[in-house]
């Protein structure tokens, strides 16, 4: 193993941060599904999917380093967000705080001398970067919008998804 067993215990700490959040999306998803909300909902799924992709991303480098792949449980996401902007702001909040968490573990592997988790790490923090971007313009589209008019700022976020696949 090219790391310690700290840091190996706590990635396997992040990839279940990462499924939480994506469980919190795929939950948002749903229910923007039952609000009509039919492209916003397509959005956070391929969030869900996005975190999916971010944990499966930890296990591999784990094992790549001849660590231990150790999966927790996951809590239940919170439910009955109620409204789209709601939702809009639990993601950035949920955004910030992956991030923060993103931060602590390279704060880890730096007092640790751990170059490569380091570098590995670099790419979640700069996809960080992104992610908080996407969700503040996202929660700035729906308040723009208001209430009244989501269904114009679903055309909008359709236009967006077409321009930038990824989010």
Same mark, same amino acid.
């Given at each position: 193993m090219i790391f310690s067993k700290a840091m190996n215990d706590a990635l396997n700490k992040q990839i279940g941060n990462e499924l939480f959040a994506s469980f919190s999306y795929r939950q948002m998803a749903f229910e923007l599904e039952e609000l009509g909300l039919k492209i916003f909902s397509t959005r956070f799924h391929q969030q869900a999917d996005e975190e999916h992709e971010h944990a499966m991303k930890m296990a591999k480098y784990i094992?790549?380093?001849?660590?231990?792949?150790?999966?927790?449980?996951?809590?239940?996401? *919170?439910?009955?967000?109620?409204?789209? *902007?709601?939702?809009?702001?639990?993601?950035?909040?949920?955004? *910030?705080?992956? &991030?923060?968490?993103?931060?602590?573990?390279?704060?880890?592997?730096? &007092?640790? *001398?751990d170059h490569s988790t380091r570098s590995f790490l670099k790419w979640f923090v700069d996809e960080q970067v992104e992610e908080i971007a996407s969700m503040s313009d996202l929660l700035q589209l729906v308040e723009m919008a208001g209430d009244g008019n989501l269904f114009l700022a679903e055309q909008r976020l359709s236009e967006m998804m077409k321009a930038d696949p990824h989010g």
């Open positions: 094992e790549d380093c001849g660590g231990h792949v150790k999966l927790g449980g996951i809590d239940a996401p *919170k439910t009955g967000h109620g409204t789209c *902007k709601a939702m809009a702001e639990a993601a950035l909040e949920s955004e *910030k705080r992956v &991030s923060r968490q993103i931060f602590d573990l390279m704060n880890l592997a730096e &007092s640790e *001398k």
